[in-house]
C-alpha cells in the first residue's frame, strides 16, 4: 500500500525549476497585452468616454469600453458565473470595477495607453460601510444555491434563553479579508475560427469551459480549458469572474491572442474576498454548563445585486457542533457598493466558528468552568441538527490529543495569571468543523504494453498534491508501484470533474480514479482468462490477482505486456463516473479538530506573539501524510493571519481598498509563526465515501482566530471580538 504514505509532492522539483508551466507562461504566437482600467468612483454611471486618445497611441490593437463591447449572452450564464461587471452597460457599482480593458503589442504599450482612456462620471450617493447599513440587510434569495433556507430554527430558543439561569451575549466582527494567492489570476486567450483555448489561472476548468461557452455562445466542446497547475486559490480562483471573459473577448475583438494578467492590486477588485461579517451570538446554560439555548444571528457584506449573490455561511457550524436542543440560526445579507465577495478558506466556518467559539469560551469563563470540559459536555454524539448519525467522528479525540501534546492541564484557570518575565502567558482552545462535500467526477486509466498507467482526469492541482494523491490512490487500486503511474489533470478535454472548492477535490476525484482503476483491472483478467495460452479458462475471476504489472493465476504469471501484444492491443482503457449517493441521506459528513494555542502578550507594549499551537484533526482517512500535513500547516497559518494580521482597510468616502498591496495588508509570514503540531487522527470513513477521506484543506483554518482570540484573553483578561487583534486592543 503506498496510500498514507508521505511521499514528495511530485510537481515539487518542477515547481522549484521553474518548469511548472503556470497560465501566464504559456508561449502562444502572436501574442497581444491587455491591462484593465477600473472605476474611480463607488457608485453612478458612465456618461461620457474617450477612449479615442488611448486608440491612437502606438502598438495599440483595441481600446475596449462599454461603447463598443462584444454583446455577452449573460442569461445564459449559471449561478457560478460573474456575468457583471462585462462591460456590458454603463453602470458603476463599485470602486475598481472593470470600465475598459486596452490591448496592445506589448505590456509597456497597453499600460500607457490604459493612462489615456477618459470617462466622465454621473456620481451617486456610494453605501460602503456595513455597519451604517445594517438596516438595509436582506434576506438571501439564493443561499446555498437554494438547497436550503437561509434561516433554521429548533425547539424554543427565545423562550428557552429568558428562563436560563446562566447566559452571555455578545456581538462579534471579522472584516473584510483577500485571498492574495501567490500566483495572480492570468489568462491567454486565443480563438481559431469559432474555437476558444484559455489558458487560465483557475480551480474549476469545466466550470470556465461552460462559462464561457454560455457567454459567448458557443458549444462548449469548441471551448478547452488548459491550466496544469494552481499558485493557490483559496477560492478566488473558484468562479469564472470577469477578466477570463474579458480577455476571452478582447481575443475575439482584435483578432490576436491575448494575454492578461493581473496586478497585485488588481486582485483586491477583481475576484471577490472574505466579507465582512457582524454577528450576533446568545449562549444560555444550566449551572453544569449543558447548553440549554442557541442563537446564532449573521450579517454579511454584499455587493450590489446586479453583480451577483454570496452569503458567508456562518452559521451552520452552530447548527450542528453541539447537543443543543434549542437553535435559532439565520444568515441576512447587507448590500453595499463593494465588490461582488466570494468563498474564502472556510467560508462560513471561519468566520462562524471564530464567534461561536469565542462565545463558549466566554460560557465558560462565566460558569467557572474549563473550556475543554465544556466542550465534552456538550459534545453531540449524533447531528444535532438532522438527527442522523456522522459517517465518522473523532473530535473526542482531537480533543484529547491535542489537549496532552499542548499540556492544557497546565493551564491556571484565572486570566492573567500566568506569566513569563514581560510576557503574559495564555492557553485558549476552540473546535473545528467543516463538512465533507462530494460531487460527480469522471476519470479514466489506461495501461499500455509498457506497464505504465496514465490516470487522467479533468481536476486541478492547487498546489495541494492532487497530482501526488491520485497517483496513489490509483497505484493501490491497480496494484502497481507508485512510479508506474503517471497523472495528467488540468485540461478541459480530459474526463470532466467538479470546480476544486469546498475540499472537495480529493472525496470526489479519488473515489473516480479507483473506480477507474478496479474496472481496468477487471478488464485486463477477463482478458488473461480469454487468451488461449493462458489455459485459464473457464476460471472465475476471482481466482486471479493483478499485482506489480502482472496476471497471478493458482499456478503462473503473465504479464499485462505480454497479455496486450497477444491480444494485439497497445494499450486497454477504463473510464469511470463516481459521485455522492445514498450516504448523504444515512448520514451527517462532517471533519472535525481540535485547536490549541499559546500566546504571549507584552505587559507593556501590548505586542502579541503566538509562541505555540496544536491542533489534532479527524480528516478521514490520510492519503499521504506528507501533503496532509502541509495542508493542515497552511490552514492554521492562514488562521494566525485571520486572527492577528489580515484586514482589507476600506475608505468609507470613496469605497476604495487602501492597502492593496501586501506590504500593507499584513499576511502571516515566517516569523510570525511559532511551531506548529499538526496532528493527524488516524480514521476511514468508509461509510461517507468509498476511499475514506474527509477533505481537508478548510478544515485546520476552522477555530484558529477563536483559539487564539480565548488565549489573548486568558492572557491579559481582554477580550476581543473583532478581528484582527492588534497590539491597540490590548494597551489599556
Ligand atoms: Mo474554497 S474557499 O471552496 O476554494
Given at each position: 500500500m503506498i496510500v498514507g504514505h508521505p511521499i514528495n509532492r511530485r510537481d515539487g522539483r518542477l515547481k522549484v525549476t521553474g518548469?511548472?508551466?503556470?497560465?501566464?507562461?504559456f508561449p502562444v504566437e502572436g501574442l497581444a497585452h491587455a491591462v484593465l482600467v477600473q472605476s474611480t468612483i463607488a457608485a453612478g454611471a458612465i456618461v461620457a468616454i474617450n477612449g479615442e486618445v488611448a486608440a491612437r497611441?502606438?502598438?495599440?490593437?483595441g481600446v475596449i469600453t462599454p461603447e463598443n463591447a462584444l454583446r455577452l449572452?449573460?442569461?445564459?450564464?449559471?449561478?457560478?458565473?460573474?456575468?457583471?461587471?462585462?462591460?456590458?452597460?454603463?453602470?458603476?457599482?463599485?470602486?475598481?470595477?472593470?470600465v475598459a480593458l486596452v490591448v496592445a503589442d506589448t505590456l509597456e504599450r497597453a499600460l500607457a495607453a490604459a493612462g489615456r482612456v477618459r470617462f466622465e462620471y454621473r456620481q451617486g450617493e456610494a453605501l460602503t460601510v456595513m455597519d451604517q447599513a445594517l438596516e438595509g440587510a436582506v434576506v438571501p434569495r439564493n443561499f446555498r444555491n437554494g438547497e436550503r433556507p437561509p434561516d433554521s430554527r429548533r425547539g424554543e430558543p427565545d423562550a428557552a434563553f429568558a428562563a436560563a439561569p446562566v447566559r452571555i451575549e455578545a456581538t462579534y466582527t471579522t472584516p473584510v479579508e483577500h485571498h492574495?494567492?501567490?500566483?495572480?489570476h492570468a489568462t491567454i486567450a486565443a480563438w481559431d475560427g469559432d474555437r476558444l483555448t484559455v489558458w487560465t489561472a483557475t480551480q474549476g476548468i469545466s466550470a470556465t469551459q461552460g462559462a464561457l461557452a454560455a457567454l459567448f455562445g458557443?458549444?462548449?466542446?469548441a471551448v478547452r480549458v488548459i491550466c496544469?497547475?494552481?499558485?493557490?486559490?483559496?477560492?478566488?480562483?473558484?468562479s469564472t469572474w470577469p477578466p477570463a471573459t474579458l480577455t476571452a473577448m478582447a481575443a475575439r475583438m482584435v483578432g490576436r491572442p491575448v494575454k492578461l494578467v493581473l496586478t497585485r492590486e488588481q486582485m483586491f477588485t477583481s475576484n471577490g474576498y472574505r466579507p465582512r461579517t457582524i454577528q450576533r451570538i446568545k449562549l444560555a446554560a444550566d449551572q453544569s454548563g449543558r447548553l440549554l439555548a442557541l442563537r446564532h444571528e449573521g450579517f454579511s457584506q454584499m455587493s450590489q445585486p446586479a453583480l451577483g449573490e454570496f452569503v458567508e455561511p456562518v452559521g451552520l457550524a452552530s447548527e450542528m457542533l453541539y447537543a443543543c436542543p434549542n437553535v435559532a440560526v439565520s444568515h441576512r445579507i447587507v448590500p453595499l457598493h463593494q465588490g461582488l465577495p466570494t468563498y474564502m478558506r472556510a467560508p462560513g466556518e471561519a468566520s462562524g466558528v471564530f464567534a461561536l467559539e469565542s462565545a463558549m469560551d466566554e460560557l465558560a469563563a462565566r460558569l467557572a468552568m474549563d473550556p475543554l470540559e465544556l466542550r465534552l459536555a456538550n459534545?453531540?454524539?449524533?447531528?444535532?441538527?438532522?438527527g442522523k448519525p456522522f459517517s465518522s467522528k473523532k473530535l473526542r479525540e482531537c480533543y484529547e490529543q491535542a489537549a496532552a501534546a499542548f499540556g492544557w492541564?497546565?493551564?491556571?484557570?484565572?486570566?492573567?495569571?500566568m506569566r513569563d518575565g514581560n510576557w503574559l502567558v495564555g492557553y485558549g482552545m476552540a473546535s473545528a468543523t467543516y463538512p465533507t462535500n462530494r460531487r460527480p467526477a469522471r476519470a479514466a486509466v489506461r495501461l499500455g504494453a509498457d506497464g505504465i498507467a496514465v490516470i487522467r482526469s479533468g481536476t486541478q492541482d492547487l498546489g495541494t498534491g492532487t497530482y501526488t494523491v491520485m497517483a496513489q490512490v490509483a497505484a493501490d487500486a491497480l496494484g502497481l508501484?507508485?512510479?508506474?503511474v503517471r497523472v495528467e489533470l488540468?485540461?478541459?478535454?480530459?474526463p470532466t470533474a467538479p470546480v476544486?472548492?469546498?475540499?472537495?477535490t480529493v472525496p470526489s476525484v479519488a473515489p473516480a480514479v479507483e473506480a477507474a482503476c478496479h474496472a481496468l483491472r477487471a478488464q485486463l483478467i477477463d482478458m488473461a482468462i480469454d487468451?488461449?495460452?493462458?489455459?485459464?479458462?473457464?476460471?472465475?475471476?476471482?481466482?486471479l490477482r493483478f499485482e506489480n504489472g502482472v496476471v497471478v493465476g493458482p499456478d503462473r504469471r503473465v504479464g499485462a505486456g505480454e497479455l496486450l501484444a497477444r491480444a494485439n492491443r497497445a494499450f486497454i482503457e477504463a473510464e469511470a463516473e463516481s459521485g455522492p449517493g445514498a450516504e448523504r441521506d444515512a448520514y451527517a459528513l462532517h471533519a472535525f479538530g481540535a485547536q490549541f494555542a499559546e500566546v504571549r502578550v507584552d505587559?507593556?507594549?501590548?505586542e502579541i506573539r503566538l509562541a505555540r499551537y496544536v491542533g489534532a484533526f479527524d480528516?478521514?482517512?490520510?492519503?499521504n501524510a506528507k501533503t496532509a500535513r502541509s495542508q493542515l500547516i497552511g490552514g492554521i497559518t492562514f488562521g494566525v493571519g485571520m486572527a492577528l494580521l489580515e484586514k482589507t482597510a476600506i475608505?468609507?468616502?470613496?469605497?476604495?481598498?487602501?492597502?492593496?498591496?501586501i506590504a500593507e495588508y499584513l499576511l502571516a509570514v515566517n516569523a510570525d509563526i511559532p511551531p506548529i503540531q499538526a496532528i493527524l487522527i488516524p480514521n476511514d470513513d468508509r461509510a461517507g465515501n468509498p476511499v475514506g477521506v474527509k477533505g481537508i484543506?478548510?478544515?485546520?483554518?476552522?477555530g484558529v482566530a477563536a483559539a487564539i482570540a480565548n488565549a489573548v484573553w486568558h492572557a491579559t483578561g481582554v477580550r476581543v471580538r473583532?478581528?484582527?487583534?492588534?497590539i491597540e486592543d490590548l494597551i489599556t
Open positions: 518548469r511548472a508551466r503556470y497560465a501566464a507562461e497611441e502606438p502598438g495599440v490593437l449572452r449573460l442569461g445564459r450564464a449559471g449561478p457560478q458565473v460573474l456575468t457583471a461587471p462585462l462591460l456590458q452597460n454603463r453602470d458603476v457599482l463599485y470602486n475598481g470595477q472593470h492574495n494567492p501567490m500566483e495572480p458557443i458549444d462548449p466542446q496544469p497547475y494552481v499558485g493557490g486559490g483559496f477560492g478566488c480562483k473558484g459534545y453531540a454524539e449524533t447531528d444535532p441538527h438532522t492541564n497546565r493551564r491556571n484557570p484565572a486570566p492573567r495569571s508501484a507508485v512510479s508506474r488540468g485540461d478541459s478535454r480530459l476544486s472548492g469546498g475540499s472537495s487468451d488461449p495460452r493462458t489455459g485459464w479458462s473457464g476460471l472465475a475471476s476471482d481466482a505587559a507593556l507594549t501590548g480528516a478521514g482517512r490520510v492519503l475608505d468609507a468616502e470613496t469605497g476604495r481598498i487602501v492597502n492593496a498591496n484543506g478548510e478544515l485546520p483554518m476552522v473583532d478581528l484582527p487583534i492588534r
